[in-house]
């Protein structure tokens, strides 16, 4: 049986890749530029603690696993809680039947609030009226502008993805842009969709939209780089999440493009981009903010009484504009990764 | 009809059912028919079909630069589906070469990264974690005997859960730090992410590696004994064990293979990317095994060849950049791709068997 002999030789690989990193840390690999090292000193916001009795609140989403946007956002309502003095149940589903299942989740657990996005509020329309029949206070953030209020949420905190993608048709206009393609990294998506559509409306260029594999992202640089070769009289690329306007600005030099980068959301890495002018601007919902006003606000509700937006009106966070004006007041919080 | 004869070397030819023309007309053909009857010879006419079809449909496609680009996204599937398909040929499948990839640039970057130390340190822990992990997937699949779609079906979530979990643990983001100022970086890119201008056209030198890849892996297969254990293996396991074939060692290597793929088109991706980000990667593992498989790998193992992948690479790059070129409605971007595959698969499976039943 030779089998064992191969197995005892492979059962020393682990052991010799330990031993390999830590000789070649000792050998003094270390490098003398960026890394860590160089990062050490920033630290987040953090202020002091309320002293109100500990509450329990939930944030429920419909987040797909590993996306930046979904972090900040997380980021931002932790931040809320740690500050006062609430325990953040946090929860996330791209599936609107299992976000709803989240919800009914948190109401069975008693929670003292929730706080929900409404990417589909009609299947979420159900489990909310059982919330407010539990007497648990819903606020609703980031999407579902239009159905907050009938679905007798208190308080909303977001933007509407068409009003932002408008801002940013309107931009094109002043930059004086005349064909723009609109990069959407999830096919289907209802959100991407409406920014681009958003862009369409008031954009007086035309506008084009182009899918492609956002999980793939060597896909993502060809498929950008083909349609700048197909059509050359593109001159801008607008994306719809910072990494894919990183991997856009690659496409360029490849297929040796003038056009110029647009994109929504950012983080640290787009921030220096901006700063060198590789990318020309950023609209920012500012995530954080919408994370750290829903939690905050359940906070107030229950302690004070207080409705953000006087429980009629929504709460905006965006769209707010990132440009080579204001980058470096914003680059030093895309680098904490909570802007 | 006993008589049914092999040209080509038995491992590589599928069996061929139908009666034997033994009118002399045979003899006329002989061969084309050989030619016909090899698994890559279908793939080749449906990727040359599809080539010839944008060409006339797409006409930026007919620039070098456009076949450039075709070329450098049909190469980062492709250097996948080399090993990918050796291991289908093996007889095993692996659902988490996808995210394997992520989680090789994931591990390169964050160790390089939080020990602020040279990027390649970072590049050789990832290759033996990579290993690693096409080792465990090999072993598991030996050891417990179960299919290898469940093994690494676990693998796969696994390594998809890992992957987010210990990014945000480690960088405290669900994206990796951008690494692209530190030391040894500028070298690695040159070795993973290069470009050169041939002609004036921007050539990425994965394409290389594609093809030298490929040449070595059809070598091993066609000229190496342990290219006759992978036919072996992947044939009729318990026959390869009693005429003294190692079946675990042959298995497990080839889960690693995978890994080292995995490993190589990670750090492509990580110097191409500066950063990366931890959800990506998943159902690129049903691309790869789909060009592997358009490619002439059956799903049963025991058949197929390293060339064939690389036409499948070819076909899957070529028909994803060809609609963009052709500026088709993006709204059927997914359902253009389904189409065009299924229809070469389907000549591949008419000139296969056409070439067998004569």
Request: with cysteine; hydrophobic share 45%; glycine share 10%.
């Amino acid at each position: 049986m030779d089998r064992s002999t191969y197995s005892r030789s492979r059962r020393m690989a682990p052991i010799v890749a330990v031993a390999a990193a830590a000789a070649l840390t000792l050998a003094g690999c270390s490098s003398s530029s960026g890394g860590k090292k160089a990062t050490e000193d920033s630290s987040g916001a953090s202020a002091g603690k309320a002293s109100t009795p500990r509450m329990t609140v939930a944030l429920v989403t419909h987040q797909a696993p590993g996306d930046t946007f979904w972090d900040i956002v997380r980021k931002g309502a932790q931040a809320a809680a740690d500050k006062d003095n609430i325990k953040l149940v946090y929860s996330a589903d791209p599936n609107a039947g299992n976000q709803s299942n989240l919800v009914q989740n948190a109401i069975d657990q008693k929670v003292d609030g929730i706080a929900v996005t409404l990417a589909k509020p009609d299947a979420l329309k159900d489990v909310i009226g059982k919330a407010k029949t539990a007497n648990i206070p819903v606020v609703g953030l980031n999407s579902g502008l239009s159905d907050w209020k009938k679905l007798g949420l208190l308080e909303f905190f977001g933007q509407d993805e068409t009003v932002a993608g408008e801002a940013l048709g309107k931009r094109l206009n002043a930059e004086g842009a005349k064909k723009a393609v609109c990069v959407i990294q999830e096919q289907g998506n209802i959100g991407l969709t409406q920014r681009c559509d958003g862009v369409k409306k008031t954009f007086t260029g035309t506008t084009e939209v182009l899918n492609v594999n956002g999980t793939d992202m060597p896909s993502v640089k060809s498929t950008i780089t083909a349609k700048l070769t197909q059509d050359k009289a593109i001159d801008y690329v607008v994306t719809l999440g910072a990494p894919f306007a990183m991997t856009a600005v690659q496409s360029l030099s490849d297929a040796g493009s003038k056009a110029k980068v647009a994109t929504f959301d950012l983080n640290s890495t787009l921030t220096g981009a901006i700063k060198k002018g590789t990318v020309q601007f950023a609209v920012d919902q500012q995530p954080y903010l919408q994370g750290y006003l829903a939690i905050d606000s359940l906070w107030l509700y229950k302690n004070n009484g207080n409705y953000s937006g006087g429980g009629e009106q929504p709460v905006l966070t965006g769209p707010a504009f990132v440009d080579k004006t204001n980058v470096d007041a914003v680059a030093k919080y895309a680098a904490n990764g909570t802007r | 009809m006993s008589m049914t004869q092999h040209a080509e070397p038995a491992v590589t030819s599928p069996p061929a059912p139908g009666p034997q023309e033994t009118d002399g007309r045979t003899s006329e053909r002989p061969l084309v028919i050989r030619l016909l009857a090899r698994p890559e010879i279908g793939v080749f006419l449906g990727a040359a079909a599809v080539y010839v079809f944008f060409l006339i449909a797409a006409p930026p496609v007919r620039d070098g630069a456009a076949m450039a680009n075709i070329l450098y996204s049909s190469s980062t599937i492709g250097i996948m589906a080399l090993p990918v398909a050796l291991l289908m040929i093996g007889g095993e499948f692996d659902l988490s070469a996808g995210v394997a990839v992520i989680t090789s640039a994931l591990t390169a970057s964050m160790l390089s990264y939080q020990l602020t130390m040279n990027v390649w340190v970072g590049v050789i822990v990832a290759l033996l974690v990579s290993l690693g992990i096409g080792f465990l997937n090999g072993w598991m699949v030996v050891k417990t005997g179960l299919p290898s779609f469940l093994v690494t079906l676990g693998t796969f979530l696994i390594l998809q859960g890992v992957n987010l979990a210990v990014t945000k643990l480690v960088t405290g983001n669900v994206a990796t730090d951008d690494i692209s100022n530190m030391d040894g970086f500028s070298q690695a890119k040159k070795v993973f992410a290069a470009s050169f201008d041939i002609g004036g056209v921007d050539v990425k030198i994965t394409i290389f590696y594609w093809l030298v890849f490929a040449a070595i892996a059809t070598w091993v297969l066609l000229r190496t004994k342990y290219g006759n254990w992978i036919f072996a293996v992947g044939g009729n396991k318990d026959s390869a064990r009693a005429v003294g074939v190692p079946v675990a060692f042959t298995k497990i290597s080839l889960f690693m293979l995978v890994g080292l793929g995995a490993w190589f088109i990670g750090m492509h991706q990580l110097f191409t990317f500066n950063t990366v980000q931890s959800g990506e990667g998943v159902g690129q593992e049903l691309i790869y095994i789909s060009a592997a498989v358009i490619g002439g790998c059956l799903l049963t193992g025991g058949a197929g060849s390293a060339i064939g992948p690389v036409f499948g690479a070819f076909m899957f790059g070529m028909v994803q950049q060809g609609i963009v070129y052709a500026g088709w409605n993006p709204d059927w971007f997914k359902a253009f791709l389904g189409v065009m595959l299924l229809g070469a698969v389907l000549i591949n499976l008419w000139v296969q068997r056409t070439a067998t039943r004569r």
